[in-house]
């Protein structure tokens, strides 16, 4: 329910926006900003798009819990899709959620209202029999080779 009024009062308030602004400031003015406002948010969402994902790798690379780095990433890619939906409603969400403050406000509060389990991302080290592999071989010489792969 929640999302079909979503799909029904966010066009309304983006034509009600576009009617004050376009009568405020007139029409070229108006789709100018509409167009510089997508322009600047793919600028932003693709530096920032850039740091959360060294952030990420970071991240997998030291063994660390990998969520919140996903977090940022998904909440910047939704960022980016309203930035270039026309419409100053949209464009706004989308500037908000491009401010690193704004989505640890709203991972708080998703993470409160979710329950999940704990993971260890602690490194394991193996021991040293997990290295050896025990088995028999047979030496081939290139030339009694029947299937042609070791041969130059």
């Not at 920032?48 to 919140?68: A, F, I, V, Y």
């Amino acid at each position: 329910m929640r999302l079909l009024l979503a799909f029904i009062a966010v066009p309304l308030i983006e034509i009600g926006l576009f009617i004050q602004v376009g009568g405020t400031i007139g029409l070229w003015p108006t789709l100018l900003v509409v167009l510089l406002t997508a322009v600047a948010g793919t600028w932003l969402v693709r530096s920032q798009g850039t740091q959360t994902l060294q952030n990420l790798q970071g991240s997998l690379r030291n063994m660390k819990d990998p969520t919140e780095p996903l977090a940022h990433g998904a909440m910047i890619l939704l960022a980016g899709a309203l930035l270039l939906t026309p419409g100053f409603f949209t464009d706004a969400t989308g500037f908000l959620l491009l401010f690193p403050p704004f989505r640890v406000f709203v991972m708080r509060n998703i993470k409160s209202k979710l329950k999940a389990g704990n993971f260890n991302f602690a490194p394991t080290h193996p021991s040293s029999d997990d290295d050896v592999i025990e088995g028999k071989f047979k030496q081939v010489s290139p030339e009694k080779d029947p299937s042609g792969w070791t041969k130059d």
